[in-house]
């Protein structure tokens, strides 16, 4: 394949175009559907009145932490690298435990909105607080040009709801578009076993190799 059919490719086709332009849309509906109900009280707006579900909230979690940065990403160093990265997900799923069993249940029956006010109510000291701040801003900074713009709009819309909504539909799209890219990489090399046969050859099974 040269150069010239490669960019063929890669390039957006209708449908590409007809399925950005509905999620885009369906995202920014949601929004401002959201944003017309309910009143707009600092509760409301950043808590959604702490009356939501389970699961609206998880998915709308693992959509923030599961973004297209980490999609391509992680996929990309498998590939290049092998599978060294999989026991990252035993720390996760450690610190995910470690979150539920300790610091939950600590947090959330102060009804705070941050946890700022939780570090005021512990340590009375504004400088732990600034610093806890600063950092947090830093971060947001480094991580805002590659993940924000869908939950930004959907946030000055329609608050904190839109958001979950927002985030549980894409999480349908994110699964279902990773559920038929599996598919078809299974198809396009000859089923699972071809697959991990050429991964074996490929060098790229290392789980514990660092």
Known sequence: MDEIEILDNSRFSTLDYILLVSILSISFIIGLITSMKGNKSPEEFLLGNRNFSPIPVSMSLLTTIISAVNIVGITTEVYVYGTQLSPMSFGCMAGIAFSIVVIIPVIYPLKLMSIHEYIDLRFHTPRLQTFMMIIIVF??????????????????????????????????????????????????????EKLFEIAEQGKRLEFFKM
Not at 163 to 176: E, G, N
Not at 178 to 187: D, E, K, M, P
Request: charged residues 5%; glycine residues 12%; proline residues 0%.
């Open 139 to 192: 971060n947001a900074h480094v991580w805002i040009g590659l993940a924000l713009y869908a939950t930004s709009l959907a946030l000055s819309a329609g608050g904190i709801r839109a958001v979950v909504y927002t985030d549980v539909f894409q999480f349908v799209v994110m699964s279902v578009g990773l559920f038929i890219l599996t598919i078809a990489g299974f198809t396009e090399v000859g089923g699972v």
